[in-house]
């Protein structure tokens, strides 16, 4: 019963690990993204 709960404990850390991975990617494309756009407003004035 341990090696199941053992099992089970790192199948869920490594989905949470994998989930973590692509929302942090895709906050840190926006994050550019947005800096790209105030960077490019402001060299237009």
Do not use: C, F, W
Not at 12 to 39: C, D, G, M, S
């Amino acid at each position: 019963m341990r090696v199941v709960g053992l099992i089970a404990t790192v199948a869920v850390t490594v989905y949470i690990t994998k989930v973590a991975q692509k929302e942090l990617v895709q906050n840190v494309a926006i994050e550019e993204i947005t800096i790209n756009e105030k960077t490019n407003n402001h060299s237009d004035i």
